[in-house]
T-cell receptor, first 111, second 111 residues
């Protein structure tokens, strides 16, 4: 079975803090993705990566950065957390051209 | 026009009935289509994929694809209360690296 894990299920941070969300997949997938999901707004793509050290902006990259130093690990970084970044963050991975598999999600609250 | 459109629902059906969920997409060159189920507070879970025109059956689930009409549907036979969830339609972008997700249809199966 494909397994995608995320570093935390719940996270509470203060405004202005630097936040790291980590995602690891064990299926040697080329592609990895970070989404946020908010009520009424659906899934929105933040960044994705199609290879080690390669990344592309998604639809809402502002305020975020990413890092992919190893194929199995994709990190999302909030440089200076703000309250409008309170959300559910979902990581996914996929082999090229095929279905995405999601991790369990991290519910981030910024106070 | 959104790339993938779904009726947000909620769609209410009685237990044992057939639930029909619909999705339209705008990219004529799309070749693969996916249905995800998402329980409240959980991450999306892949339940069906379909690549060719026609029907694909998997247990109580049937995916139907009509590329000429740019339409994909999911039928759930003998609906159970445990099927109550939000169902997301997903279509890969032309280069297969990005997915478009619909906003999801919320299904309620009443005992």
């Amino acid at each position: 079975d494909v397994k995608v894990t995320q570093s935390s299920r719940y996270l509470v941070k203060r405004t202005g803090e630097k936040v790291f969300l980590e995602c690891v997949q064990d299926m040697d997938h080329e592609n990895m993705f970070w989404y946020r999901q908010d009520p009424g707004l659906g899934l929105r793509l933040i960044y994705f990566s199609y290879d080690v050290k390669m990344k592309e902006k998604g639809d809402i990259p502002e305020g975020y950065s990413v890092s992919r130093e190893k194929k199995e690990r994709f990190s999302l970084i909030l440089e200076s957390a703000s309250t409008n970044q309170t959300s559910m963050y979902l990581c996914a991975s996929s082999p090229l051209g095929y279905e995405q598999y999601f991790g369990p999600g991290t519910r981030l609250t910024v106070t | 026009q959104k790339e993938v459109e779904q009726n947000s629902g909620p769609l209410s059906v009685p237990e044992g009935a057939i639930a029909s969920l619909n999705c339209t997409y705008s990219d004529r060159v799309s070749q693969s289509f996916f249905w995800y189920r998402q329980y409240s507070g959980k991450s999306p879970e892949l339940i069906m994929s379909i690549y060719s025109n026609g029907d694909k059956e998997d247990g109580r689930f049937t995916a139907q694809l009509n590329k000429a009409s740019q339409y994909v549907s999911l039928l759930i036979r003998d609906s159970q209360p445990s099927d109550s969830a939000t169902y997301l339609c997903a279509v890969p972008f032309y280069n297969f690296n990005k997915f478009y997700f619909g906003s999801g249809t919320k299904l309620n199966v009443k005992p």
